[in-house]
């Protein structure tokens, strides 16, 4: 089993910067693939942004690019989002996610964080 546990969440002003980690533990071998997910009150879950640890990569949804920033590191198995110039509509719960398969993007994914909230206000 993999476990992740997502840290630095909060209450932000619109335009301000937040980064976001989420250390994985256990059987860090079949962490492979490392990505953020968000859900918004009364909407579904949505893809945010995923790397690749071993090969790098990154994708992103349309709504975050070039806003936000995904990178790893690896020696604290450790994936973070940086968010920059926060928006309203970024407002949600923040999950962090993982997979044992090497290929981006926002399905296959198997182990999940218990979710981080950020809130940003106008």
């Known amino acids: 089993q993999v476990q992740l546990v997502e840290s630095g969440g909060g209450l932000m002003q619109a335009g301000e910067s937040l980064r976001l980690s989420c250390a994985a533990s256990?059987?860090?071998?079949?962490?492979?693939?490392m990505g953020w997910f968000r859900q918004a009150p009364g909407k579904e879950r949505e893809f945010v942004a995923d790397?690749?640890?071993?090969?790098?990569?990154?994708n992103y949804a349309d709504s975050v690019k070039g806003r936000f920033t995904i990178f790893v590191d690896n020696t604290k198995n450790t994936v973070y989002l940086q968010m920059n110039s926060l928006k309203p509509e970024d407002t949600a719960v923040y999950y962090c996610?993982?997979?044992?398969?090497?290929?981006?993007?926002?399905?296959?994914?198997?182990?999940w964080g218990r979710g981080t909230q950020v809130t940003v206000s106008s």
């Open positions: 256990g059987r860090t071998g079949n962490v492979v693939t």
């Open positions: 790397t690749n640890r071993f090969i790098g990569g990154t």
């Open positions: 996610t993982s997979k044992k398969a090497y290929a981006l993007g926002p399905t296959g994914y198997e182990f």
